[in-house]
């Protein structure tokens, strides 16, 4: 799976946790800090945080230090693995 997509379906797995503690799936606060994330996601700090710039360039997120807003859901769904976005369609 390519890093973009592990990164998309990172960021919608955190906005299903996000909504099932009964907050906000569109804005949420990441629960780790970058270097974290890059250590989970086995992706290089560098990669990570310029997949973050780009999804913003691309208008699917806004990233203001630990919090995200996702303004593109369709268009971050479309970068997750298809099995996942099936997944969540199904709920």
């Known amino acids: 799976m390519s890093f973009e997509r592990r990164i998309a379906a990172f960021l919608l797995d955190l906005s299903e946790q996000s909504e099932a503690r009964g907050d906000?799936?569109?804005e949420f606060p990441l629960q780790m800090k970058l270097q974290e994330i890059c250590n989970h996601l086995e992706i290089a700090r560098a990669t990570v945080a310029g997949t973050f710039a780009k999804f913003q360039q691309e208008g699917l997120i806004v990233r203001s230090g630990m919090q995200v807003r996702i303004l593109d859901m369709d268009g971050l769904k479309r970068r997750a693995p298809p099995r996942l976005v099936r997944r969540q369609?199904?709920?």
């Open 89 to 91: 369609r199904a709920s």
């Open 24 to 26: 906000s799936p569109i």
